[in-house]
């Protein structure tokens, strides 16, 4: 069973600075890594794929590395708009799997 | 201009049984995967399973297996995610998601499910 955890939980920053979001799996499963932003009551939308590779229309300031069991999700100047949960996903031949998601709050 | 719609919002009794439907358009269910994702409320998404573009083999989360069944029109182009045996633990916003360049990358608007006596 793949368990990703991410931290920290809860990350309050202010706009304009740099947010670094963890993703940490136990074991290497896959390098195809994405990270999702969620806001209330929309779905979730999916921002890095591939670990590193930004889907469409998202602006350059997301961006995500790693490999192995250790990723992470870097907002280089965090916007008003970019508030919200983040969450990590992970595929494997027999499922996906979420992390538990970091909150980026307004402080 | 790829859509998901969602059909809408369910309340139902324990132990009854939910079809949830998604109409894709601006993709073809039969090039693409398509995933189907819960979130509880205050917790995180949970993906459930998934229905392969070609064959339309299905694939469960091991918690929902028995309980759950992903099934596909490819005529009117749309999916459906059925489950039974609802409990209150099943009272969440069930999502269809759509895999077309990668991971989940096209969503419906979601649909409420409340279970209720």
């Known amino acids: 069973e793949i368990v990703l955890t991410q931290s920290p939980a809860t990350l309050s920053l202010s706009p304009g600075e740099r947010a670094t979001l963890y993703c940490r799996t136990r074991?290497?499963?896959?390098?195809?890594l994405a990270w999702y932003q969620q806001k209330p009551g929309q779905a979730p939308r999916l921002l890095i794929y591939d670990a590193s590779t930004r889907a469409p229309g998202i602006p350059p300031r997301f961006s995500g590395s790693g490999s192995g069991t250790d990723f992470t999700l870097t907002i280089s100047s965090l916007e008003p708009e970019d508030f919200a949960i983040y969450y990590c996903q992970q595929r494997t031949s027999w499922g996906i799997t979420f992390g538990q998601g970091t909150r980026v709050e307004i402080k | 201009q790829v859509q998901l719609l969602q059909s809408g919002a369910e309340v139902k009794k324990p132990g009854a049984s939910v079809k949830v439907s998604c109409k894709v358009s601006?993709?073809?269910?039969?090039?693409?995967?398509m995933h189907w994702v819960r979130q509880a409320p205050g917790q995180g998404p949970e993906w459930m399973g998934w229905?392969?573009?070609?064959?339309?083999?299905?694939n469960y989360a091991q918690k929902f297996q028995g309980r759950v069944s992903l099934t596909r029109d490819t005529s009117t182009n749309t999916a459906y995610m059925e489950l039974s045996r609802l409990t209150s633990d099943d009272t969440a916003v069930y999502y269809c998601a759509g895999e077309v360049i990668s991971d989940l990358d096209y969503w419906g608007q979601g649909t409420l499910v409340t279970v209720t006596s």
């Open positions: 074991q290497t499963f896959s390098s195809y």
């Open positions: 601006g993709f073809s269910l039969t090039g693409y995967y």
């Open positions: 229905i392969t573009p070609n064959s339309g083999d299905t």
